[in-house]
């Protein structure tokens, strides 16, 4: 987008809870001194469902009543759906920023990859809209996003105001789940080597036929200290800036070198 | 795995298109050579469904007759869904090495991030489990896979027999669409910055409602002459190794510089 001077900042909105989570109502808080706020959100839960796109589908997009001063659309499809249409067919154009969130539960580490929060963060990356995804260490409902929502205003105004923006600048912010005067700051961060366990849990179903819950435990093997699950642990705000180049580069001059055909 | 010398490798099979995909038929008779091939797939098409998971439904999983000598099962999940099921409830062990695809259609540059292909290769690779996604550059049912698995087979000798390889590998191979003889040979490259113009087709329902589908046009915009998009157009079969760390390394440093809070 072409932005002159006097134009205020198009912030597009969206997340992976759906419309009516709590979390993305206190984004949209956060981020509504900032500029002209358009929601674009799932019109239904979409967590987990990672970097999925609807191509065997068609989408709905429905313009909703949300709050004073936002323009909000409810979508179908996918949170990565939500992000191309938004472009497409609500704004007609790159907003200035895309935002995703604020996610009912973490997405540090390896949840990078399966979040749909971080995905609708990347994929506006990949188009050259700088993102942000944020999401806070507590998957309940009723979760308190006091501290998130100050700290989260900290980072747009920061991204916002940086002239000399990366235009794939894509952030994936994760929140401890501390009252806002606990918080030490906010932390720069590598993504932690860390995976889950799963264990599905099998279960029988009233006709004798077996069917299997997935579930996992969270191991983090990273021992260093600039990741972003010791960031958290330690009460900061963890910020990893990631990138849709999923090449790994030394691998692939080592395997150059080592592999003739 | 702890594998002793006799062992034949345990070599697990998925892909996004399901079960009933030529594709995979042609990667389980490329690989059969080779060890004790398991088949754990989609019981329909999964495509697009990048690292999707399965959280707020059950999973089924299907014993299935595929071909003589491999054992098989249909999964109601997405592909990834499918590694994790294999891993825990199928095998109850790590496989040596996951195969993937052979897609019907490409996979190279951007569509690595959407594709349910590469994903499952990806989550693999995420468990320490050696892995390979392979895509041939021909959407049709009616594809011809005959140079796909004779190259097929190359890379996979290729990296069952190599003794140092990293337990976190993850090759993205694409195939061009023609005859084995006009294959130039293969190529580590790496992932093309290319993308996806999005133009959504409009259409209005019998109930005057608007839907939409996603249709897109393919922009390379990289001009580098080791990417897969390069590789791949001059009829070289295109290897990137890929990763699950989406950190951007360069920018952590810039910005842990440039922010201050």
């Avoid at 987008?1 to 198009?10: D, G, S, Y």
């Avoid at 990859?113 to 990949?126: F, V």
């Avoid at 590598?190 to 579930?215: C, I, M, N, S």
């Amino acid at each position: 987008m072409a932005k002159t001077k006097t134009e205020k900042p198009v912030i597009l909105i969206t997340n992976d809870d759906g419309i009516s989570a709590p979390g993305i109502k206190a984004l949209v808080e956060a981020a509504l001194p900032f500029g002209k706020v358009v929601v674009v959100a799932p019109d239904k839960p979409q967590s987990g469902m990672g970097h999925a796109i609807t191509i065997g589908h068609h989408l709905r997009l429905q313009k909703v009543h949300y709050m004073e001063g936002v323009e909000a659309y409810s979508c179908s499809g996918t949170p990565v759906d939500c992000v191309k249409l938004a472009v497409d067919k609500v704004l007609h154009r790159k907003p200035t920023i895309c935002l995703s969130g604020i996610n009912h539960g973490a997405n540090h580490s390896i949840n990078v990859i399966y979040s749909g929060t971080m995905s609708a963060a990347l994929e506006a990356s990949i188009e050259s809209i700088p993102s942000i995804g944020f999401s806070l260490l507590d998957l309940s409902i009723e979760a308190d996003f006091t501290a998130a929502k100050h700290f989260a205003a900290i980072i747009i105004e920061k991204v916002l105001s940086d002239k000399k923006l990366d235009k794939h600048l894509c952030l994936n912010v994760n929140f401890p789940k501390v009252a806002t005067n606990l918080i030490k700051g906010i932390k720069i961060c590598k993504q932690a080597y860390a995976k889950y366990e799963e264990k599905f849990v099998e279960r029988v179903d009233p006709h004798g036929k077996k069917y299997y819950w997935l579930t996992g435990e969270f191991k983090n093997f990273d021992k260093s200290k600039d990741t972003d699950v010791w960031a958290l642990k330690n009460n900061y705000v963890s910020v990893v800036p990631v990138q849709f180049d999923l090449t790994n580069h030394a691998l692939k001059t080592q395997l150059s070198k080592k592999w003739k055909w």
